[in-house]
């Protein structure tokens, strides 16, 4: 079975559940996912301090409506997960109409989509409603229903690790804590659990290790951080937050706090070898838990490679989210995309000269044409820039942005080089 085949027979079993920070469908959506990335599970306890946060409660609801004065029932949970706000506290009252306007959200902007709305830190309810149903309440009272739980319980961080040759680390991470979207739910933790079934099969022959948590968003990362941060600053070389990979949109890279760390350099070659133009700054105002990675205490080299990006399409955070937006055989290609980054960092070292005062003589070691022209090889040309750059300081990732050559150039040049005897590897 295709790759993108598989993708979409797990998005269809994950669908349905409502995902949150905490609670029983979080850890269902985890046990249906090991089964492709079986996860060592972290647990935090309500109350727990992490960093400058608290756990909170743990949530489940059983059911959640709204009743009409006609006897409609409307704002169903088990119609749409996203009608109830997340974290909503039980209810069980009548209302007037004035009285429950104080409690539904929609986005007159998008009169048909349902809105999605939480308060994990402040107690309260409230409904989400398409804006046209909402303009059609009538007068009279209502009745109010949320049968939902908030107790002392767990909040779960799950990760894996593929050993390598080397203790440093590549880290992926994403957050799987939202219900029903796609593109902003579904497309991270699928494309991220995948990437660790291709990657698994290397296992063995790989120079670095590869770790991968999937957690939710904010606290999760914050509360990962709180026990293993320190860590992670003394082994993580480079990271990615996937997420927002699963429309038809052109790739789009933000770079890591750092700028222009491993992670940012390999990303940026996958870019331009694949003439995808679109690369943005780090920015914390915005953004998933890239920001929790590159807070200033840690400020690990994580980026992030996406598709469309949050915020930037229109169904982000509604209902129209769904499954008409992804793109599964793209979503195979984000995987793709991924493993070639992975390739461009295991790649990657630096070069050192044996003969760095002048140019060495090429020919004698069968590196140069016994009868030169002004026409000039790929290889050669690509051959001039690691020799002059080939000081210990500069990456085959730096003097492949520097250059313009592909890293596969680079390579091949590099290793022929390096068997003349005149260049010695350096790792990272």
Known sequence: ????????????????????????????????????????????????????????????????????????????????????????????????????????????????????????????????????????????????????????????????????????????????????????ELSGPLVLSFLYRELKKLEGNLKYSYRFAILPETIGAVAYLSKFGNLMKQRTIAGYQITCIGDKGEFTYKRSRQHNSMADRAAEQFMKENNQKKIIDFNPAIGSDERQWCSPGFNLPVGSLMRTMYSVYPEYHTSLDNKSLMDFPGMQKAVEAYLDIINNIENNHFYKSNAPYGEPQLGPRGLFRAISGKDRQEDELAMWWLLNYADGEHDLLTIANLSGFKMSTLIRVGSKIEESGLFSKLDI
């Open 1 to 184: 079975m295709e790759i993108a085949a598989e993708i979409e027979e797990y998005f269809d079993k994950l669908w349905p559940l409502n995902r949150s920070i905490t609670g029983i469908d979080f850890r269902k959506s985890l046990e249906i996912l090991d089964n492709i990335i079986p996860t060592n599970k972290i647990s935090f306890k309500t109350g727990e301090k992490v960093l400058d946060w608290t756990i909170p409660s743990e949530w489940n609801v059983k059911e959640a409506y709204i009743l009409t004065p006609g006897g409609e029932k409307i704002a169903d949970f088990s119609t749409n997960n996203l009608h109830l706000m997340g974290y909503s506290i039980p209810v069980n009252e009548r209302m007037t109409l004035e009285e429950l306007r104080n409690h539904i959200f929609t986005l007159p902007a998008q009169p048909e989509a349902i809105p999605y709305v939480t308060s994990y830190y402040k107690r309260q309810w409230g409904f989400c409603l398409p804006h046209v149903v909402y303009e059609k309440l009538e007068e009279g009272e209502y009745t109010v229903v949320i049968d939902s739980e908030l107790i002392d319980g767990i909040l779960i961080d799950g990760d894996a690790l593929i050993q390598g040759k080397s203790e440093k680390e590549i880290f992926f991470s994403t957050y799987l804590c939202h219900p029903s979207m796609a593109n902003n």
